[in-house]
């Protein structure tokens, strides 16, 4: 079991920055994939981001591409997503989620995802 926790949501106006992380607690050697997926009021949850821990492969939404950056501290188990030129969509509660299977990289499908944090609010003003 993989329990991931994120933490560093918050208030921004837009064009500000903010930092999320994501500390993965547990059994970490069962995960290959590392996610960050967000979810708006009345919208369906879609993939932001996403980075394999051998290798440090990364992919990324073409709404973020340019933008978000995320990364990993292999010796804290912490991924992070560094979100930069914020905008007022990019307001949702933002999920961490590991996968078993590397290849959750590759399809960004939240289904690929086999544990989940609980959420944290990012809230950009305009």
């Known amino acids: 079991q993989v329990q991931p926790v994120e933490s560093g949501g918050g208030l921004v106006q837009a064009g500000g920055s903010l930092r999320l992380s994501c500390a993965a607690s547990?059994?970490?050697?069962?995960?290959?994939?590392m996610g960050w997926f967000r979810q708006a009021p009345g919208k369906e949850r879609e993939f932001v981001a996403a980075?394999?821990?051998?290798?440090?492969?990364?992919y990324y939404a073409d709404s973020v591409k340019g933008r978000f950056t995320i990364s990993r501290d292999n010796a804290k188990n912490t991924v992070y997503l560094q979100m930069n030129s914020l905008k007022p969509e990019d307001t949702a509660v933002y999920y961490c989620?590991?996968?078993?299977?590397?290849?959750?990289?590759?399809?960004?499908?939240?289904?690929?995802?086999?544990?989940w944090g609980q959420g944290t609010q990012v809230t950009v003003s305009s």
């Open positions: 547990g059994r970490t050697f069962n995960s290959a994939a």
């Open positions: 989620a590991a996968g078993r299977s590397p290849l959750a990289v590759f399809t960004k499908r939240a289904a690929d995802y086999d544990y």
């Open positions: 980075l394999r821990w051998s290798g440090g492969v990364t």
